[in-house]
């Protein structure tokens, strides 16, 4: 089973719709949590961090439950330029080493 | 401020050809990190360095070797190319402290294709 696993999709979203994806981890001992975006032949960037409490960020949502192992990213009033590949990302604090998720690719189409 | 750069942007070798990849970041991180990037796998880490003079293996260290001679640059080396090391190669430098929240910040990637 991988680390951090994630449904590659892709999300094909009518623009102006609202989309919501999760990712599993594995290891009940991660620390930190991110979501980061990546676009075709790009390097990832950061999206946003992910707090107990979900947090917000403009049109994007991000929660986390510890109970059940999963991040969520909801995205509200599509852009086309939301178009892009989100990763999953989970920080054990070992010398800070991230572990990737495979993605979620996310099409926004007019 | 160039951030995070990497050279080459591309290239080809031939099987049992060496090369080094260059990374070199001027936000002063102390932590450095190199990825290696392929279909459905997200990025996997292959080394990474916690200071200038320091480095450790990461989940796929074999084939490849790195050195932190210097706090802004961060080499990988490939003794002897094989066709799987064909991938996008990406690196990273962050810098903790922040507590476990550090963001990284990567490169722009270098495709290498191993023939």
């Known amino acids: 089973r991988k680390e951090v696993e994630q449904d590659p999709g892709p999300f094909n979203v009518p623009e102006g719709a609202t989309v919501a994806f999760n990712c599993t981890y594995s290891?009940?001992?991660?620390?930190?949590f991110f979501w980061y975006r990546q676009d075709c032949r790009k390097e990832p960037k950061l999206l946003m961090s992910?707090?107990?409490s979900g947090n917000e960020d403009g049109r994007f949502t991000a929660q986390l439950n510890r109970a059940s192992q999963y991040i969520s990213l909801l995205i509200r009033d599509s852009k086309l330029s939301d178009s892009a590949t989100y990763l999953c990302?989970?920080?054990?604090?070992?010398?800070?080493?991230?572990?990737f998720g495979g993605g979620t690719r996310v099409l926004v189409k007019p | 401020n160039a951030g995070v750069t990497q050279t080459p942007k591309f290239r080809v070798l031939k099987t049992g050809q060496s090369m080094t990849l260059l990374c070199a970041q001027d936000?002063?991180?102390?932590?450095m990190y190199w990825y290696r990037q392929d279909p459905g796998m997200g990025l996997r880490l292959i080394h990474y360095s916690v200071g200038e003079g320091t480095t450790a293996k990461g989940e796929v260290p074999d084939g490849y070797n790195v050195s932190r001679l210097k706090k802004q640059n961060f080499l990988l080396g490939l003794e002897s190319a094989a066709p799987s090391q064909t991938s996008v190669y990406f690196c990273?430098?962050?810098?903790?402290?922040?507590?476990?929240?550090?963001?990284?910040?990567f490169g722009p990637g270098t495709r290498l294709t191993v023939l």
């Open positions: 990273a430098s962050s810098n903790p402290g922040q507590g476990a929240r550090d963001t990284q910040y």
């Open positions: 290891n009940s001992a991660s620390q930190s």
């Open positions: 936000m002063n991180h102390e932590y």
């Open positions: 990302v989970v920080n054990k604090a070992a010398g800070n080493k991230l572990t």
């Open positions: 992910v707090y107990s």
